[in-house]
């Protein structure tokens, strides 16, 4: 009678624990890409640390402490997306779609804070590993389209003086 008592009793509570987190997941799921794009930068940002402190200083200066750190970013960040959601889901909602229009418009602008931060250090640590200034290379990325476009637009322009002819 016992064994048959705990057995029911597990089986009730597997069943209920497995609602739970089924709840837990769909009730988040809206989030679900914001926290995949977090998680990406994060992971990315990483990755161009640890080669710029390999660049920099050698295996010596990497350490499994500095790594460490990615574990409780990476918690830190998704906590704050997910306890900004439950507060924007319940309280700041309505306020958001009535003038925004926008659904989790503090989640989105919190996410698209927390990327932009890591997109800048990713920048730095680029810059550092190369040894290049991105915006310098951005500046003349967007000169020599120019460039480009007046001479599509110049052969172009003969080519119909022709037809025309």
């Known amino acids: 009678m016992d064994k048959l008592f705990?057995?029911?009793l597990w089986a009730k509570s597997k069943a209920g624990i497995s609602?739970?987190?089924?709840?837990?997941?769909?009730?988040f799921l809206p989030i679900k890409p914001l926290l995949i794009a977090v998680g990406v930068a994060i992971f990315l940002d990483t990755v161009f640390g640890v080669a710029r402190t390999l660049k920099l200083n050698g295996w010596k200066s990497f350490t499994s402490r500095k790594l460490s750190r990615l574990a409780s970013k990476m918690l830190l960040y998704q906590m704050v997306?997910?306890?900004l959601f439950v507060i924007d889901f319940h309280v700041l909602h309505d306020i958001g779609m009535h003038i925004f229009?926008?659904?989790?418009?503090?989640?989105k602008a919190a996410a698209l804070t927390l990327i932009y931060i890591e997109l800048k250090s990713i920048k730095e640590n680029f810059e550092l590993i190369y040894n290049v200034n991105l915006w310098k290379m951005l500046k003349e990325l967007l000169m020599r389209t120019k460039e480009i476009?007046?001479?599509v637009e110049e052969i172009i322009g003969k080519?119909?003086?022709?037809?025309?002819?």
């Open 6 to 8: 705990w057995l029911a």
């Open 19 to 27: 609602y739970f987190c089924s709840s837990l997941f769909i009730f």
């Open 81 to 83: 997306l997910i306890s």
């Open 101 to 107: 229009n926008i659904p989790y418009v503090s989640t």
């Open 149 to 151: 476009k007046g001479d």
């Open 159 to 165: 080519d119909e003086k022709k037809i025309n002819n």
